[in-house]
């Protein structure tokens, strides 16, 4: 049966996934000789009960290929659980004399040439595969230069703020904010993508949202920004939000919050809020929104129109800065937010669906997140209108103030 043409269905809805795969994504030969999908490869014979091993991989290249292609049928079968281990997979086809990876993403993609209704999907699963081919191993010792230079200033801003002088620490708490955001920013841009993308960078703080949440002066940006957001989350109750306190360039989006709130189901809403509770990450896509299971239809609904008609980049990611709290545990203390804007037919940043690929940028942004939040709280204690308009709450108490120093 020849597949329909349609608008891709999102990862996320594995139900019509699977019904779509079912249909029309038919098992290759080489699968239908070796009976089911789980369990040892064994082939029928036309001999009454008599069965004979299937020993993979097989000589010839035609045998090859079609394992290659049952390997992909595996690796691309939306049920629950689905393979996540490359090694597993190899083992199980009998294909580990080959280069094992690329030669499954080459033949995922051909699935993909046929299946348009599966491209986010096989986007997503392919992403996974790259974590065995395309994983950094490099040290961007650029950006490392960087950092020294960040944590430098830092330095110099402390001791600018302690003789006094509050107008020009202030000016180099801002400045210092900005290059990290913008480094954290190049960071993230060379784990999850392939090219070089615009995007845009901020910094997310755990702030109390009850009973009184902000004191912006009104008809400032970030009043503004905290009523759109009131307006987007409103029916949720919650007693703390992340808010957006810094920028890597002109201020668009400070004084927007998302609430910390748990739904139903147990799971955050997705972004920043889910990754400040899993501390690894999370991304969102605005070709493949994730349901808000748990949620009120209504709050997704505004979340969804809000996604498709404001956000103008085309997915952000959130990673979580961690630091320990009593000595045993750690906690998050900020979030980092990098809107992106890939070119999807290239590079869409699929790799951030998986939380592997986000640990490793979130390992790797750190030090830049570690700078821009400092450089915050410098920025704080030079400024009582900013404290007085936004209480922070972090959580992690040795972290809510720079030692001497009130914010």
């Not at 795969?21 to 082939?43: D, K, N, Q």
């Not at 920028?247 to 927007?256: I, S």
């Not at 790799?351 to 490793?360: E, M, S, T």
Request: hydrophobic letters at 45%; proline letters at 6%.
């Amino acid at each position: 049966m020849h597949p329909p043409v349609t608008d891709p269905i999102s990862s996320y809805r594995t139900e019509q996934l699977r019904v779509y795969f079912e249909r029309y994504v038919s098992r290759p030969l080489i699968g239908r000789l070796v009976g089911g999908a789980e369990g040892e490869p064994e082939v029928k014979t036309a001999l009454g009960p008599l069965s004979l091993a299937l020993k993979l991989p097989l000589v010839n290249r035609l045998a090859r290929d079609q394992a290659f292609r049952y390997a992909a049928w595996l690796w691309l079968r939306p049920n629950h659980p689905s393979w996540e281990d490359i090694d597993s997979l190899k083992a199980r086809v009998g294909l580990e004399k080959f280069a094992f990876a690329p030669g499954l993403k080459a033949v995922v993609l051909e699935y993909l040439r046929e299946h348009e209704a599966l491209r986010l999907w096989i986007e997503r699963r392919v992403a996974l595969i790259e974590l065995t081919t395309d994983a950094p191993t490099e040290s961007f010792e650029d950006l490392q230069h960087t950092a020294f230079a960040l944590r430098r200033e830092l330095f110099h801003a402390v001791t600018i703020l302690n003789r006094g002088d509050r107008t020009n620490a202030r000016a180099l708490a801002i400045q210092i904010a900005r290059s990290a955001l913008l480094g954290a920013g190049q960071v993230c841009m060379r784990v999850l993508g392939k090219n070089g993308c615009p995007f845009s960078v901020n910094l997310m703080l755990r702030t109390r949202l009850e009973p009184a949440a902000f004191h912006f002066k009104p008809g400032t940006l970030e009043s503004i920004n905290a009523q759109n957001a009131a307006a987007l989350w409103r029916g949720i109750q919650a007693k703390h939000a992340l808010i957006i306190a810094e920028e890597a360039g002109e201020p668009e989006h400070t004084g927007f919050w998302v609430p910390l709130k748990v739904g139903e189901n147990g799971d955050y809403l997705p972004g920043a809020s889910q990754a400040f509770n899993s501390m690894i990450g999370s991304a969102v896509f605005k070709n493949d929104l994730p349901p808000l299971d748990g949620f009120e239809k209504s709050v997704e609904d505004r979340w969804h129109g809000h996604m498709r008609a404001a956000f103008q980049e085309r997915l952000f990611v959130s990673l979580p800065l961690t630091a320990p709290s009593d000595g045993q545990t750690s906690r998050v203390v900020a979030i980092l937010n990098v809107n992106a804007e890939p070119d999807l037919a290239s590079d869409g940043w699929r790799r951030a669906y998986h939380n592997a690929w986000l640990a490793i940028a979130k390992d790797r942004v750190a030090q830049f997140v570690e700078a821009a939040f400092f450089a915050h709280l410098i920025k704080r204690a030079t400024d009582p209108s900013l404290r007085a308009a936004v209480t922070l709450e972090l959580g992690a108490t040795p972290w809510q103030s720079l030692p001497g120093l009130e914010t």
